[in-house]
């Protein structure tokens, strides 16, 4: 049976995004025909979870509703490089556990991290959703792979914008940034556009 994850930050014994993680979790059970019997609050509140400091809340779950948890120390690391890396048919529209093919992709780059390419549209990294930067704003793709918690929060606060961004427009955009649960959206953690290091002008194809 497959497994899912939801990954949630929690800091100073404080969880966030709580009730966009618990819709995701709802919304996995009614596509698959099941009840949910998952409370994610009743869940983090029966770890008594007493530590200061920042934490990944990880929690494993099939759709009979038998699940696992960890909380995890954690902290935001600098990322030395990108790689584009064109999969014009992986699909994870759900939050699953297994990231064989996502690590397959990683392994095969020549980078730290990876942002996939489908169809020509730019997608997400391995592990997060992606934000572009042009002039003062910034922008996410239409074309995500997941639609993160922290995605589905920021656009509905409109502090970014979503948009159609593809390999021939990317040189548009000066910065870009990762975001996921546990990564807010920050300018201090933003990367320049040719921390990218395949990233193509606009009249060449993507070197892989």
Same mark, same amino acid.
């Given at each position: 049976?497959?497994?899912?994850?939801?990954?949630?930050?929690?800091?100073?014994?404080?969880?966030?995004?709580?009730?966009?993680?618990?819709?995701?979790?709802?919304?996995?059970?009614?596509?698959?025909?099941?009840?949910?019997?998952?409370?994610?609050?009743?869940?983090?509140?029966?770890?008594?979870?007493?530590?200061?400091?920042?934490?990944?809340?990880?929690? %494993?779950?099939?759709?009979?509703?038998?699940?696992?948890?960890?909380?995890?120390?954690?902290?935001?690391?600098?990322?030395?490089?990108?790689?584009?890396?064109?999969?014009?048919?992986?699909?994870?529209?759900?939050?699953?556990?297994?990231?064989?093919?996502?690590?397959?992709?990683?392994?095969?780059?020549?980078?730290?991290?990876?942002?996939?390419?489908?169809?020509?549209?730019?997608?997400?990294?391995?592990?997060?959703?992606?934000?572009?930067?042009?002039?003062?704003?910034?922008?996410?793709?239409?074309?995500?792979?997941?639609?993160?918690?922290?995605?589905?929060?920021?656009?509905?606060?409109?502090?970014?914008?979503?948009?159609?961004?593809?390999?021939?427009?990317?040189?548009?955009? %000066?910065?870009?940034?990762?975001?996921?649960?546990?990564?807010?959206?920050?300018?201090?953690?933003?990367?320049?556009?040719?921390?990218?290091?395949?990233?193509?002008?606009?009249?060449?194809?993507?070197?892989?």
């Amino acid at each position: 049976m497959s497994q899912f994850i939801e990954s949630i930050k929690v800091e100073d014994k404080q969880v966030f995004l709580l009730d966009q993680h618990q819709k995701r979790v709802n919304e996995t059970f009614s596509y698959f025909g099941k009840e949910t019997p998952l409370n994610l609050d009743e869940i983090f509140k029966s770890l008594e979870h007493d530590e200061d400091g920042l934490y990944k809340l990880k929690i %494993t779950y099939d759709l009979t509703g038998k699940y696992r948890t960890q909380m995890i120390p954690y902290a935001i690391s600098e990322i030395a490089d990108f790689q584009l890396v064109e999969n014009n048919i992986y699909d994870y529209s759900f939050k699953f556990e297994d990231r064989k093919e996502l690590e397959k992709m990683k392994i095969l780059s020549k980078a730290a991290e990876i942002i996939i390419v489908k169809n020509n549209h730019i997608t997400d990294s391995s592990y997060s959703n992606v934000l572009f930067k042009k002039g003062k704003d910034w922008f996410t793709p239409k074309t995500y792979l997941l639609n993160g918690v922290q995605r589905q929060h920021l656009l509905q606060s409109k502090k970014i914008k979503e948009t159609e961004i593809t390999l021939q427009n990317l040189r548009e955009y %000066t910065h870009f940034q990762l975001i996921n649960a546990m990564n807010e959206f920050d300018d201090s953690y933003s990367y320049p556009i040719d921390r990218i290091k395949n990233l193509p002008k606009k009249s060449e194809p993507l070197q892989m």
